[in-house]
């Protein structure tokens, strides 16, 4: 039972970081309607910089900030440099971009600061509380959870209770009457970008502490599964990222802690084919989204 209920705890964490990077996934599919292969690259890229602060003045928070502000520049960067110059009639030219924006990303952070594992340090201890002899979350996976509420939170204010908000729904839903209603539909896009990868890049710098340390493959795997969650949540739907992170977190918690490491993806895989065959369009779609 202790083993259990730290599991638990421990894939709270890990469900947080997944929605926070799934989440940033469906922005991007909700404005401009593409999946962004290059995200993990672009996240950390942000990582690296945020690193190259902390390093310089020795403030993880300074490193922080400067890790969003450089996801956004980058979000904003790649879709008014590329992505808006691509056809939008046929996805496949924008996949084919972002995989070749993946290569030359991960390449360039290569030669700039070598192949090798940096370590980051959490700006909190990440030995579990001990409550009733049983641990549990760590001030690190308390630090994780605030963080990802706080953010989930302001960008559900943001696009539920807002004018921009409003302008951002409309411009992804319906663009030409946006533009006719004066909404000025690509930069709500770029918006709309600037916000997922600074979203990303608050999952990449999140996770990064908890694993090997920094390299330019930092997120590939967090890529891997945050696209499975975004897909098993739907695409369309935030709250969908939000519950399907939390969920995947606490099977490949479990998973790993009662079976092995190596057994977690193959839970992952089969929960998403289960998905995908009895409800494709993700559980918690709406009908309108999956046929449109």
Do not use: C
């Amino acid at each position: 039972m202790d083993r259990f209920v730290f599991l638990l705890s421990a894939g709270l964490a890990r469900g947080a970081v997944l929605a926070l990077f799934a989440l940033s996934l469906v922005i991007v599919w909700r404005a401009a309607r593409v999946v962004n292969f290059a995200q993990a690259a672009m996240a950390v890229a942000a990582v690296y910089a945020a690193f190259a602060v902390t390093a310089a003045t020795g403030s993880y928070w300074a490193g922080l900030l400067t890790g969003l502000a450089s996801g956004a520049l980058l979000g904003a960067a790649v879709e008014r440099g590329l992505m808006r110059r691509l056809p939008h009639h046929n996805p496949l030219p924008g996949i084919i971009v972002a995989i070749g924006l993946v290569m030359v990303l991960q390449a360039g952070l290569a030669i700039a600061f070598g192949p090798e594992h940096r370590p980051m340090h959490p700006p909190f201890s990440e030995r579990p509380f001990i409550i009733g002899g049983v641990p549990v979350l760590s001030p690190y996976d308390l630090f994780i959870l605030i963080a990802a509420a706080v953010v989930m939170g302001g960008l559900a204010l943001l696009f539920g209770r807002t004018s921009l908000g409003l302008q951002l729904r409309a411009a992804a839903f319906a663009p030409e009457t946006s533009r006719l209603l004066g909404v000025r539909v690509p930069r709500m896009v770029t918006l709309g970008w600037a916000l997922a990868v600074a979203t990303a890049a608050l999952a990449a710098l999140l996770l990064v502490p908890t694993e090997l340390g920094l390299n330019p493959h930092a997120a590939d795997l967090l890529f891997v599964n945050a696209f499975a969650v975004a897909v098993i949540g739907g695409l369309d739907s935030p709250v969908g990222a939000l519950l399907a992170g939390i969920g995947v977190g606490l099977l490949v918690s479990l998973v790993t802690g009662y079976a092995s490491a190596a057994a977690a993806p193959l839970a992952v895989l089969a929960l998403l084919t289960l998905v995908l065959l009895v409800r494709p369009g993700g559980i918690f779609s709406a009908k309108e989204a999956r046929t449109a």
